[in-house]
């Protein structure tokens, strides 16, 4: 039975390098589980948690927080080139708890000053932060 290699690349460096079963990742239009033999394709990813169900560790689910990026499949590689990700056990849940509090303030401050930039920015860094949350509450 073929096996996926599953790759997060982010600016830090490596972030995930395992073998895997399946993966289940958010695109931006909507989620996309990925098997053995899967076509090869590239898309978008959204800020949203990455399951994968590890070949090597039988019934082992890992999490991963993606907060953007693109995805590849090719030849049963996956390749995410996110802009940050961190695995569950990685995610410090009281800092993204304040990081998302300070972007609801953000969005409000932006909303209020009806800056259209500003309330994207402040939209993208709570979405992070809800991932996050999320993920390190799995
Ligand atoms: P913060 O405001 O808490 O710094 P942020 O969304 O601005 O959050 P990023 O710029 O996305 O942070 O990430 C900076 C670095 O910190 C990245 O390496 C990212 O993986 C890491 N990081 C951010 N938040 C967390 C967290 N809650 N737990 C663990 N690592 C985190």
């Known amino acids: 039975m073929p096996e996926l290699r599953v790759q ?5 460096g490596i972030k995930y390098d395992h073998r895997a079963t399946m993966i289940v990742v958010g695109t931006i239009e909507g989620e996309m589980g990925i098997m053995p033999n899967h076509i090869n ?8 948690e990455m399951k994968v169900y590890r070949a090597d560790q039988v019934k082992t ?13 090719k030849n049963n590689h996956i390749t995410i080139i996110a802009d940050s990700a961190e695995r569950k056990r990685d995610i410090d849940i009281e800092r993204a708890k304040r990081a998302k509090a300070r972007a609801e303030r953000e969005l409000e401050e932006a909303q209020a000053q009806d800056s259209r930039d500003q309330v994207r920015r402040a939209q993208v860094a709570l979405q992070r932060a809800i991932n996050r949350i999320n993920v390190g509450n799995k």
């Open 61 to 73: 689910i890992n999490w991963v927080a993606i907060n953007g990026g693109i995805l590849e499949v």
């Open 8 to 12: 997060v690349v982010t600016p830090d």
């Open 41 to 48: 394709v590239i898309a978008p990813l959204a800020v949203h």
